[in-house]
Nanobody, 124 residues
Framework: QVQLVESEGGLVQAGGSLRLSCAASGSIFSIDRMGWDRQAPGKQRELVAYITRGPATKYADSVKGRFTISIDSAKNTVYLQMNSLKPEDTGVYYC??????????????????WGQGTQVTVSS
């Protein structure tokens, strides 16, 4: 079983910065991808950014040039550095991790898990 522990979000003024982290734990054999989605009030959940084992990164157009995603593979932890924050970045940020766990029989099983979400509020 894989669990994700997200750092606390927070309240920040427009133009400010915030860093989120998300640590994966459990019988992890490998992580293929980690990333973040977010959901603003009254809106659908959307992809913010993800990073693969490559590593390759993908960002939503709305955050390109302002957000940076990185991973510490030794710690199975992904970071999201958010700079030049805007009020429209407000929402609940959810961490996601996909990869493989090693079962007791030596078989690999895929996992795809989500964190509990952390609130980020950007005031104007």
């Amino acid at each position: 079983q894989v669990q994700l522990v997200e750092s606390e979000g927070g309240l920040v003024q427009a133009g400010g910065s915030l860093r989120l982290s998300c640590a994966a734990s459990g019988s992890i054999f490998s992580i293929d991808r980690m990333g973040w989605d977010r959901q603003a009030p009254g809106k659908q959940r959307e992809l913010v950014a993800y990073i693969t084992r490559g590593p390759a990164t993908k960002y939503a157009d709305s955050v390109k040039g302002r957000f940076t995603i990185s991973i510490d593979s030794a710690k199975n932890t992904v970071y999201l550095q958010m700079n030049s924050l805007k009020p429209e970045d407000t929402g609940v940020y959810y961490c996601n991790s996909r990869g493989n766990v090693l079962g007791t029989s030596g078989t690999l099983y895929e996992f795809d898990v989500w964190g509990q979400g952390t609130q980020v509020t950007v005031s104007s």
